[in-house]
Nanobody, 119 residues
Framework: QVQLVESGGGLAQPGGSLSLSCTASGSIFSIYAMGWYRQPPGKQRELVAEVATVGSTNYADSVKGRFTVSRDNAKNTMSLQMNSLKPEDTAVYYC?????????????WGQGTQVTVSS
């Protein structure tokens, strides 16, 4: 069984910073692409940032220059450093990973963590 667990998040003021972490555990042979998604209130889930196994990254235009995604393949973790936060960054943030488990490759999601940006 594979599990993704997010940590971090919480409340920040506009212009502030927060950091999120995601840890994968279980019967894992390899982790391919990992990514952060978010779902603002009343809106659909959207891609925030993703990082490939070799470290190449891709960001949504709305977070470029403010957010930084990284991963530690040895620890099966991924992080998201969020700077210069804006109220429109308020959302539930989810991590996603494509993982080779015992018998197959599948996409796994974390349970989500709330990020609220407000003064």
């Amino acid at each position: 069984q594979v599990q993704l667990v997010e940590s971090g998040g919480g409340l920040a003021q506009p212009g502030g910073s927060l950091s999120l972490s995601c840890t994968a555990s279980g019967s894992i042979f390899s982790i391919y692409a990992m990514g952060w998604y978010r779902q603002p209130p009343g809106k659909q889930r959207e891609l925030v940032a993703e990082v490939a196994t070799v470290g190449s990254t891709n960001y949504a235009d709305s977070v470029k220059g403010r957010f930084t995604v990284s991963r530690d393949n040895a620890k099966n973790t991924m992080s998201l450093q969020m700077n210069s936060l804006k109220p429109e960054d308020t959302a539930v943030y989810y991590c996603k990973a494509r993982i080779l488990g015992i018998a197959k490759v599948d996409d796994y999601w974390g349970q989500g963590t709330q990020v609220t940006v407000s003064s």
